[in-house]
């Protein structure tokens, strides 16, 4: 893998952060282009490929838990590059079987494991925290008028948790389930 997967699969980190629902991340060009939540890997993943198909097309994809057979039928239908995922079982890895360019990265969920985060820049080097807050709704106050119901104020979470891991110019759109 060379130095974009390594930045992509850095990116991918971003479903042990979401969450404890099954997560899914499609990840493009090192920022998440679908995020999301479900009952079931597969149904996280369909939910992702939603968000945006088209740069979903040659991304990375990864999981909070471990890949069964359901969720890879689905990832197997669409060119992708990397996988990763805290476990691949047997069924996974032989939907996988055929397709020889695809890399399954097995990458334990491991909070706080990149305490110090490192960038090169210029002749010199940027050394500094990751974002690992997650803020809750206890912790917020509404300061308008119309306070947001439940629903969106557990979009307005689930996105603020999105934004960190995009790159440049965050947008996340999280609408209601």
Not at 43 to 49: C, I, R
Not at 128 to 143: H, S, W, Y
Request: hydrophobic residues 55%; proline residues 6%.
């Amino acid at each position: 893998m060379g130095v974009r997967e390594d930045l992509q699969h850095e990116a991918a980190a971003a479903p042990g952060a979401v969450g404890a629902a099954a997560a899914c991340v499609i990840v493009k060009h090192a920022n998440p282009c679908g995020v999301a939540l479900g009952a079931s890997l597969a149904e996280a993943y369909a939910k992702a490929l939603q968000t945006d198909p088209t740069s979903a097309f040659g991304g990375i994809i990864a999981f909070n838990r471990p890949l069964d057979g359901a969720a890879a039928e689905l990832v197997a239908k669409q060119f992708v590059e990397v996988v990763i995922a805290p476990a691949i079982t047997a069924e996974a890895r032989a939907v996988f079987a055929p397709k020889q360019n695809v890399r399954l990265l097995e990458v334990p969920l491991a909070p706080g494991a990149n305490a110090v985060d490192f960038k090169r820049v210029g002749g010199g080097v940027l050394m500094q925290a990751p974002d690992t807050k997650n803020v809750g709704a206890g912790e917020l106050r509404v300061v308008t008028k119309l306070a947001p119901s439940l629903a969106q104020m557990d979009d307005l979470l689930f996105a603020w948790k999105v934004a960190k891991f995009v790159k440049s110019n965050a947008i996340v759109f999280a609408p209601a389930a």
